[in-house]
């Protein structure tokens, strides 16, 4: 069975760093694109990137691009999304997805909720 | 980037019937588009895709259409299970449209 495991919510100052986690189980890793997504409540998701995890192999979202990276640890089959500085804009819902090519992202993780607050 | 639009924003629907939600791009994705049912306080859910050999199981119900530049989801005999929010996303530059709201 498909999984997608991710971190916990996390509440954060501004100006503060953090990287949240999506580890996965029941397929071959390093075979498909993990792909981030952000949501802000009541609005549409926002597509920020993808990872190959194969290669490491990374495509950014122009808006998202030098704002984030994205990164992959085939040893422990998981990936990640980091920030160097938080701002309260960044407060959201994070989704990791798996890429199937022509179908979409098939498989979700739960999602991790990131609080940007002073 | 290419920019999604969907139209109806919000769609009331009673039990039995089929909607349609249009997709339109800024330019065109060829065939390249799938739809997502997104229900309150739950991730994404992918509904119909361009790949012709992945089974559908229980969404026989939603169909996709189109190419090009205009796309349209099918969604037959409306159940009161399918209110939710439903999204379509193109896969050259991943945007998605902004939302149609089902209510019944």
């Known amino acids: 069975e498909v999984q997608l495991e991710q971190s916990e919510a996390e509440v954060i100052n501004p100006g503060e760093s953090l990287r949240i986690s999506c580890q996965t189980s029941g397929y071959s890793f390093t075979d498909y694109w993990i792909g981030w997504v952000r949501q802000v409540p009541g609005e549409a998701p926002e597509w920020m990137g993808n990872?190959?995890?194969?290669?490491?192999?990374?495509r950014y979202s122009p808006s998202f691009q030098g704002q984030v990276t994205i990164s992959a640890d085939k040893s422990i089959n998981t990936a990640y999304l980091q920030w160097t500085s938080l701002k309260t804009s960044d407060t959201a819902m994070y989704y990791c997805?798996?890429?199937?090519?022509?179908?979409?992202?098939?498989?979700w993780g739960r999602g991790t909720l990131v609080t940007v607050s002073s | 980037d290419i920019q999604m639009t969907q139209s109806p924003s919000t769609l009331s629907a009673s039990v039995g019937d089929t909607v349609f939600i249009t997709c339109r791009a800024s330019q065109s994705v060829t065939s390249w588009l799938a739809w997502y049912q997104q229900k309150l306080g739950k991730a994404p859910k992918v509904l119909t895709h361009?790949?012709?050999d992945l089974e559908s199981g229980d969404l026989s119900r939603f169909s996709g259409s189109g190419s090009g530049t205009e796309f349209t989801l099918t969604i037959s005999s409306v159940q009161p299970d399918d209110v939710a929010t439903y999204y379509c996303q193109e896969f050259n530059g991943y945007s998605f449209g902004q939302g149609t709201k089902l209510e019944i």
């Open positions: 997805a798996r890429l199937v090519s022509l179908a979409g992202f098939d498989f």
């Open positions: 361009m790949a012709p």
């Open positions: 990872i190959y995890p194969g290669d490491s192999h990374v």
